[in-house]
């Protein structure tokens, strides 16, 4: 996406103290660093679709080290930069596990083509590239001839929606796939709309879950510092309790958290919140209660 300060986003939420939290809270944690991307020159737009070479590029060393952290047996955490690394994440976790779920949480759907799409961001075109469903929609793209679609679309659960352009509307309905955009939100609650999630993915066979959560699926009173924020989402408690239901399932196998960007808030506190925020969605993934934890080994003084 165009706006600079993303690529901030993972040593603002390591300097929050994801990892010693995470720790804390009984998790073995392995931190593999920050994936070098080689720098593209002459990114020129392939029609509308901009920094085509770099995102290929990006994405194809990210679905790489995805695949073989999963490999070891971990559940990943990729945390962006900007929403278009959901095609390496995604990407490299259904190389390691094969068939998945995906439960995208954002205020966007982030599934135009590149001939829907009116910017030509990538990380407003994610999904596309990664749905079975959508292949004879993609042109050839320079550094994109690696991906090979791996998500059906029955797999694909939205939440949070209250952007979605004409386009993207359209293949939602094309393809059915399930969406609980704000107005579902609204009228069911997020613990029915978690129910309903779950039954759905695992109504036939339960697969591992991809997580993919853009922080500004939450409110952005609460998470300003981010580059396309939409009035009107989840609360912060809402934000966590889809993490805290998530977690309950056993399912979560990888989980994204991006577009956190620190030149988007107005204050240090905009900054602070929105990457608090993005710690405890975090830490609610890995099994941090609200009413409390203590390690298993814990004894009374
Ligand atoms: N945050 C964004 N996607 O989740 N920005 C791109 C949206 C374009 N419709
Ligand atoms: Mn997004
Ligand atoms: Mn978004």
């Known amino acids: 996406q165009p706006r600079g300060g993303v690529e901030r986003g993972p040593d603002l939420i390591r300097a929050a103290g994801l990892l010693n939290k995470l720790r804390e809270q009984g998790c073995t944690v392995k ?14 737009p392939v ?3 901009k920094c085509a070479r770099a995102v290929g590029s990006a994405n194809k060393r990210l679905s790489d080290a995805v695949q073989a952290v999963k490999r070891e047996g971990h559940t990943t955490v990729m945390l962006g930069g900007d929403h278009s690394l959901a095609i390496g994440s995604i990407h490299g976790h259904s190389a390691a596990v094969g068939e998945l779920s ?5 205020a966007h759907a982030d599934i135009n083509t590149p001939l829907t799409s009116s910017t030509g961001n990538i990380h407003g075109q994610p999904m596309s590239y990664l749905l079975h469903e959508l292949q004879s929609k993609i042109p050839v793209l320079p550094n994109f001839s690696w991906i090979k679609p791996c998500v059906s679309a029955k797999d694909l659960v939205y939440i949070g ?5 004409p386009g993207e509307h359209y293949i ?3 393809l ?12 069911l609650g997020v613990p029915r709309v978690m129910e309903e999630t779950c039954d759905y993915l695992s ?15 939450i409110d952005p009173s609460v998470t300003p510092a981010t580059g396309t924020p939409v009035v009107g989402g989840l609360t912060y408690r809402e934000g966590v309790y889809i993490t805290e239901h998530l977690c309950q399932t056993g399912l ?13 808030g107005r204050t240090e506190d905009d900054v602070q919140s929105t990457v608090s925020t993005a710690v405890d969605l975090l830490l609610g993934c890995f099994g941090r209660l609200r009413e409390g934890n203590h390690s298993s080994d814990y004894r009374l003084p």
């Open 172 to 174: 939602l309905k094309l």
């Open 252 to 264: 979560l196998s990888a989980v994204d958290m991006v577009e956190v960007n620190p030149l988007r």
């Open 161 to 165: 929606l209250r952007d979605v352009d």
């Open 203 to 217: 109504a036939k066979v339960k697969k591992p879950i991809h997580l993919s959560y853009d922080i500004d699926a």
């Open 47 to 49: 029609g509308r679709v």
């Open 102 to 106: 995906v439960v995208w949480v954002d």
């Open 31 to 44: 931190d593999y660093g920050n994936l070098a991307f080689e720098e593209v020159v002459d990114d020129e």
């Open 176 to 187: 059915g796939v399930k969406v609980f955009s704000m107005s579902e939100v609204d009228h």
